[in-house]
């Protein structure tokens, strides 16, 4: 069966500093990845997306940016964080295409201070 | 653009009753799915069932059902039974079929569900 990793689940981090989150997926190849961000009492807001190796869309122009350096590895980043990218930030998967469900990791708490 | 409203910001429910949580969305377009998510205290993302537009027929997934009327642009869900472990943060999501390789998946504000035992 197929599983989704999030790592850190909890970051605290100071304003100015760089950011990386990790999202990986077990249990299958070649899948659609996601990157939400939910800010707090707020549904997700899709942040970017990808249909492969090296392939990442932009939804939000941002402080943030991912890659993809592996077929099942999806990385969050950031050169400096803002007060504003405090949130929990959530990685989904899917598979068939476009209007497949997609299934989510644990999430990550990140604090901005 | 395409809107998804949750108009309940919360809900409460006696154990073992049933619940109703209210859902529309607003789109062009003819051909796309909703979603129903459970988000508990943990946060993580659960499906708890789907729904393609095409299909008349409502979904079920054991205690959980939705009602969708295409044409009023409605997909409400309804927990019969409800459980303590149904407590969560409920939310609506809808995502149209462009054809292509990808599309944004939707989501609304969300409705927070209480038990009450």
């Known amino acids: 069966s197929q599983t989704i990793h999030q790592w850190p689940a909890t970051l605290v981090q100071p304003v100015g500093s760089p950011l990386s989150l990790e999202c990986t997926v077990e249990?299958?190849?070649?899948?659609?990845l996601y990157w939400y961000r939910q800010a707090a009492g707020r549904g997700l807001q899709l942040l970017f997306y990808s249909v492969g190796i090296g392939q990442i869309s932009s939804e939000v122009p941002q402080n943030l940016s991912a890659s993809r350096p592996q077929d099942r590895q999806f990385i969050l980043s950031s050169k400096k964080l803002l007060l504003s990218d405090s949130g929990f930030y959530l990685c989904?998967?899917?598979?068939?295409?476009?209007?497949?469900?997609?299934?989510f990791g644990p999430g990550t708490r990140l604090t901005v201070l | 653009a395409q809107t998804v409203t949750q108009s309940q910001p919360e809900m409460s429910v006696q154990e073992a009753e049933t619940v109703t949580l209210s859902c529309t969305y607003d789109t062009s377009e003819s051909d796309y799915y909703l979603f129903w998510y459970k988000q508990p205290p943990s946060r993580q993302m659960i499906l708890v069932i789907r729904q393609e537009a095409y299909k008349q027929q409502n979904a079920t997934e054991n205690r959980f059902s939705v009602n969708f009327q295409k044409a009023a642009k409605s997909f409400s869900l309804k927990i019969s039974d409800s459980q303590l472990g149904d407590a969560a943060m409920y939310f609506c999501?809808?995502?149209?079929?462009?054809?292509?390789?990808?599309?944004?998946?939707?989501f609304g504000k969300g409705t927070k569900l209480s038990v009450k035992p």
């Open positions: 999501a809808y995502i149209a079929n462009y054809g292509g390789s990808q599309g944004n998946l939707i």
């Open positions: 249990g299958t190849s070649n899948p659609n």
């Open positions: 989904a998967w899917s598979v068939l295409g476009i209007t497949d469900t997609q299934y």
